[in-house]
Each structure stands twice: as structure tokens, then as C-alpha cells.
């Protein structure tokens, strides 16, 4: 980590996420909703990454991992979501199933 | 190593900003493969070899593909099979990520001759210590993370099972499907 400056790798780190947020905000297509998440998590991951590299410490890494695993779980969930969404909606925008009906 | 690792950012922030901006699920994902396996390479250069291969290995390989066949079980409703063709007959759609991805791949093959990074530049942290700190000090996230795959698996089976008859319906199972 020494020859990579930590602000550098946190500012990649912080683009990214932004750009993950940008794509959770801007798009309805649910499955680029879900996409955009796992761009985040992937951020948040890298910026434990980078700390850990930086003070040396393993700590970083292990909670990669859980973030790791919370991903896999969550996108799993999400894309079975997505599935029971287009069963009964026939459609992959977003703001149709926010209508409420009654 | 320096150089090694502006590279590997700059393409991962150009392949994300293409990944939310495509149309077509399919780009979108390609995209992102190209995004992670440089994110990957990133990991590598700052000295978490281990991680990088995880990052290829579960985000690139499982959770991508996982993806893939969502959007190719929902083919008609995501994709246009018409429009799907087109963009197949036009090179455009993936020389994309293919210059990016062997943008990467050079810069891979930089990394291998010169040498594993505990040499050139920071020290790596071996997975033997990962693991050491993963079955003592955090044995019970380890654990938690466990249950938590196990509800992610039994949501996910679930949500996608195929509707028994006979089953009662959901309340928003009304109009709007029929």
C-alpha cells in the first residue's frame, strides 16, 4: 500500500459507489436496480480493502467477506423477487408495482 | 505497480458508467464482468491476492451468471429477441468490453513477469491469516453469515417455486395478471 496512495484508492472507491447510487436513482428496470446494489457493495468492499491494506491489518478482508456473502444472499432473494414481479406484472418497471390498488 | 493500479481504476469506472447506462441487460452485464475483473486487479495490486481471486471467483463467476439467467429466463419481457439479433450482427456491442478487457489482460501479464506484489510493492496478507482471523476473533459473524445464506436460500426457493394448485392466491395476484 505503499506505493499506492490511500486517497486515490478511496476516491475510486467513492466513484464507484456514486456511479452504483447514480444507476439505483436514475434507472426503473429493476434488474439495473439490482445491478446498481451489487456496484455498490462492491465499493463499500473495496474501501475496506483499501483500509486494511493500508494499516496491515486482516480485518478488512474479513469483513470483504460478509459483504461477500451478504451479496449472494441478497441478489438470490432479489432476483427471485424480480421473478414473482414478472409473473404477475408481466413487466420489469419498477414503478408499476409502487401503484397501489384499493 | 503504481501505474498498474490507475489503469485497472480507470477501466473499472468507465465499464461501471457503461454498465448503468446500457439498454440491454446483456451489455450491461458484460460490462460489469469487465468492471469486477478490474476491481479484482486492483485488490491484487494493494496486496489482497487472495481477495482478488474471491472477487473473480464468486462476483464475476456466480453472482454475474446468476444474473444472466435470470435475464434469460425473462428473454421476452427484458430483451426483444428481434433487437437481441440485431445488436448481435453489429460488432459495436462488444468491442466495448472486449478493449477493456484486454486492456486488463495486459496489464495482467505486466503484473506476472514483474513479479508477485509482496515483491515490488506492498506486503500481501495470506490467506492463512484470513483464516485465522475468520475461525477466531470473528467465528460468530462467520457463523451469522452461515444462517444468512441458509435464509437467502430458503427465500430465494421460496419466491421462485412453481405455484402448487390448489394454493391460495396472493392478494396482488388479481387483474393485472390476467
Known sequence: MATVPLELALLLAGVLFALGLAGVLLRRNIIFVLLSIEIMLNAAGLAFI????RWQQVDGQVMFLFILSMAAAEVAVGLALVLQMVHRFGTVDSDVVSRMRG | MEVAFYIAGIVAVIATFMAITRRNPVHALLYLVVSLLAVALVFYVIGAPFIAALEVIIYAGAIIVLFLFVVMILGNVVVRPAELDRHLQRPLTYVGPAALGLVLLGE????????????TGPVAISPQELGEALFGPYLVGVELAALLLLAGLVGAYYLGRPKQPGEPEGETDGDRSA
Open chain 1, 50 to 53: 483499501v483500509a486494511g491494506a
Open chain 2, 108 to 119: 495482467f501479464i505486466y503484473i506476472l513477469v514483474r513479479g508477485a506484489p509482496g515483491q
